[in-house]
């Protein structure tokens, strides 16, 4: 399966089997967590065999079970820290969709578990991402349509494939409070008013640079 591929079967699901990850799995996912850590500046944590994080009685919405994996989303405290965890834990996410397993970004209803995490001094946990193998697919999303995602005119072919994929991204409570910009031959992406709506930000990032085989993403947040 393509990163192509998996942004279109991906789907957020709550509900895991038993099934332990494999040594393989981890060990490719270990791997590319690394990178992301080198590139991205951040703390990203694959944490096995840990099901307390998923315990909490904490008032929610969506519910979880079989939760035993998730990945922790750590890093220094930085005003760009949130749109690096979505560009990067989105990487992580759909690498993980190509290796047959399902995930889901958990903003809230999780609980720390401090003895299986390192937190280090300066830094921050923004959420988790879960990770097994589910029961179900999960299920396609509503979204929005492209006009109200975009402000431009004349889009390029590569710009539109970029858009429609970062529809089929996730974003907290569906939210989808982004916007894609094409201006002077240019892109841009501007995160509305939400909760996690910094994180969405680089998460569409992410779909959109795969699909229209473009970067734009990185440069955007060094021109801050
Ligand atoms: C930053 C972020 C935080 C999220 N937090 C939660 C959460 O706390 N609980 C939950 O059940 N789902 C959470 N989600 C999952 C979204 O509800 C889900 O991605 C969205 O409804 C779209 O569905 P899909 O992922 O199946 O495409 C979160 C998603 C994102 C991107």
């Known amino acids: 399966m393509t990163?192509?591929?998996?942004?279109?079967?991906?789907?957020?699901?709550?509900?895991?089997?038993?099934?332990?990850?494999?040594a393989e799995q981890v060990e490719t996912l270990n791997t590319d967590i690394a990178r992301c850590n080198r590139e991205g500046d951040v703390h990203l944590q694959l944490i096995t065999n840990e099901p307390h994080c998923f315990q909490a009685e904490k008032p929610h919405y969506g519910r979880f079970s079989g939760v035993r994996n998730y990945i922790a989303l750590v890093g220094r405290k930085s005003a760009d820290l949130d749109e690096r965890l979505g560009y990067y834990g989105e990487q992580v996410v759909l690498?993980?969709?190509?290796?047959?397993?399902?995930?889901?970004?958990?903003?809230?209803?999780?609980?720390?578990?401090p003895s299986a995490?390192?937190?280090?001094?300066?830094?921050?946990?923004?959420?988790?991402?879960?990770?097994?193998?589910?029961?179900t697919q999960g299920v396609q999303h509503k979204s929005k349509p492209f006009e109200a995602v975009t402000e431009g005119t004349d889009f390029p072919d590569w710009f539109r494939q970029g858009v429609e994929a970062a529809l089929l991204a996730p974003t907290a409570i569906n939210q989808q409070k982004f916007k894609f910009v094409w201006n002077d031959g240019q892109v841009k992406v501007k995160a509305g008013m939400g909760f996690f709506a910094h994180m969405d930000l680089g998460i569409v990032a992410c779909h959109f640079e795969i699909a229209s085989d473009h970067r734009f993403f990185l440069d955007q947040l060094h021109k801050r």
């Open 3 to 22: 990163l192509s591929e998996a942004i279109l079967s991906r789907h957020s699901v709550r509900n895991y089997m038993d099934t332990p990850l494999t």
């Open 95 to 113: 690498l993980a969709q190509t290796l047959g397993l399902n995930t889901c970004w958990v903003g809230l209803t999780y609980k720390k578990t």
């Open 117 to 135: 995490l390192k937190i280090e001094k300066g830094e921050t946990m923004r959420g988790v991402i879960a990770l097994g193998v589910g029961t």
